[in-house]
């Protein structure tokens, strides 16, 4: 099992730019998580799906954000157009009901 | 909304002392989960504990879940350099059906050999 998948690894960009952030789940698992982590504020829920349905983006900041999951094994965030506070850690996540979390290794997103 | 503390933010010890920290939340909760960030890594799923009440172990590691479901510790023994890391609590809010988990600020921990 590769864990979940996400890309790129690191995205540097101009303020203005559209970013995307890919993340592929663990296979089975149905439920898909986007998180960002940054000093000051931890680790935030931005949004989640259910068996690909989003369930609760009350965590998305601004309509700048939009995520989507075309079918079970990926699913993308979009940040249209980008800004310096955007920069932080994106992590996706997938899980089994009742499990816990399995993390990705994180988008590490700097818009300069 | 629901809100999850975590104490201390920042704990330094000894290798070989013992570690505690502490999360609260502002709402009853369904479950908590613990989780450990090694420095530019990704948070790992420790443990869930779910019963009013619970103790659960981990070799060195003791997770208790409050009688009230709202606080939570995580209890290491005897600490040693692997253990570096930051710690997390996170909870799902009880009867809300929501999946998407609330994670407290973290515990840093720092052991100096």
């Known amino acids: 099992d590769a864990g979940v998948i996400q890309s790129p690894r690191h995205e540097v960009t101009e303020m203005g730019q559209e970013v995307t952030l890919r993340c592929k789940p663990i296979s089975g698992h149905n439920s898909l998580f986007w998180y960002r982590q940054t000093m000051m504020r931890g680790l935030e829920l931005l949004i989640y799906f259910n068996n690909n349905v989003p369930i609760d983006d009350s965590g998305m900041p601004e309509d700048r954000f939009s995520a989507k999951m075309p079918n079970a094994s990926f699913s993308t965030l979009k940040i249209q157009p980008s800004e310096p506070r955007d920069s932080a850690v994106y992590f996706c996540?997938?899980?089994?009901?009742?499990?816990?979390?399995?993390f990705g290794s994180g988008t590490r997103l700097t818009v300069v | 909304g629901q809100q999850v503390m975590q104490i201390p933010q920042y704990q330094h010890v000894q290798e070989g002392e013992d570690f505690t920290t502490y999360c609260n939340s502002s709402?009853?909760?369904?479950?908590i989960q613990w989780y450990k960030q090694r420095p530019g890594g990704h948070p790992v799923f420790l443990i869930q504990l779910v019963k009013s009440g619970e103790v659960k172990k981990q070799k060195r590691l003791t997770f208790q879940f409050g009688e009230a479901k709202k606080n939570s510790s995580l209890h290491i023994t005897a600490t040693q350099t692997t253990d570096v890391g930051t710690y997390f609590c996170a909870g799902a809010a009880a009867g809300g059906g929501a999946d998407g988990l609330t994670f407290g600020k973290g515990t840093h921990l720092i052991i100096q050999p």
């Open positions: 996540a997938s899980r089994s009901t009742g499990d816990g979390y399995t």
């Open positions: 709402t009853t909760l369904s479950n």
